[in-house]
């Protein structure tokens, strides 16, 4: 059993960088694809970015392309959201998830998921 939890989200000025952990409690994420999905007030959950267990290409959405980098670390279990150039739309809960072997970008491939951090991009 895999169980996320995110931290690092805060509130940040637009300009601004955050970086995002994922830590896993229970099985090792080196045999899981990991993702970063959010979700904006009134909005449905979008995804973010994602990277396959072997490493390989990360996936992105184009809204944060150039600007947001996801890493993983097997060793530690975690896998991070660096967020650079951060804009006010960014502004939502930033959710952690995995799923077996190979990333996917739809919610409904992604078996388990963190609670959620929130980013909140304002002046």
């Known amino acids: 059993q895999v169980q996320l939890v995110e931290s690092g989200g805060g509130l940040v000025q637009p300009g601004g960088s955050l970086r995002l952990s994922c830590i896993s409690s229970g099985r090792s994420i080196s045999s899981y694809a990991m993702a970063w999905f959010r979700q904006a007030p009134g909005k449905e959950r979008e995804f973010v970015a994602a990277r396959s267990v072997s490493g390989g290409t990360t996936y992105y959405a184009e809204f944060v392309k150039g600007r947001f980098t996801l890493s993983r670390d097997n060793a530690k279990n975690t896998v991070y959201l660096q967020m650079n150039s951060l804009k006010t739309e960014d502004t939502a809960l930033y959710y952690c998830?995995?799923?077996?072997?190979?990333?996917?970008?739809?919610?409904?491939?992604?078996?388990?998921w963190g609670q959620g951090t929130q980013v909140t991009v304002s002046s």
């Open positions: 998830a995995a799923r077996a072997l190979i990333a996917r970008t739809a919610i409904s491939d992604y078996a388990y």
